[in-house]
């Protein structure tokens, strides 16, 4: 599968920003997808994943509450919703596939992906 980001952008701290990876080449229904981010200096970080099904998603705590990743089947595409953007959110963000497990089954780790999209820039300024 063929995965590419698009939608990053510069906003301002407080703002919000939805970026999307649209997927080709496969079956998108049967991957399990996850969207992850690097910042300058420093390693790849999950920020989301969400189930073959789409009914279990999971984030971890530094953006629980503020981001929302869904999906589109229909569209074969994946959407990460943003909000109140703050400057450490700045980074580079991936999408990333995998078939999935199960439908319940989600990837927290980046070695469990197997496809990768190329990076959507975000920057959020103070």
């Known amino acids: 599968v063929q995965l590419q980001a698009s939608g990053g952008g510069l906003v301002q701290a407080g703002g919000s920003l939805s970026i999307s990876c649209a997927a080709s080449g496969s079956p998108f229904s049967a991957y399990a997808l996850g969207w992850f981010r690097q910042a300058p200096g420093k390693g790849r970080e999950i920020v989301a994943c969400i189930s073959v099904s789409g009914l279990r998603t999971d984030y971890p705590d530094s953006v629980r509450g503020r981001f929302t990743i869904s999906r589109d089947n229909a569209k074969n595409t994946v959407y990460l919703q943003m909000n109140t953007l703050k400057p450490e959110d700045t980074a580079v963000y991936y999408c990333?596939?995998?078939?999935?497990?199960?439908?319940?089954?989600?990837?927290?780790?980046?070695?469990?992906?197997?496809?990768w999209g190329r990076g959507t820039e975000v920057t959020v300024s103070s």
């Open positions: 990333a596939a995998v078939k999935g497990y199960s439908s319940w089954w989600t990837g927290i780790d980046d070695y469990e992906y197997d496809y």
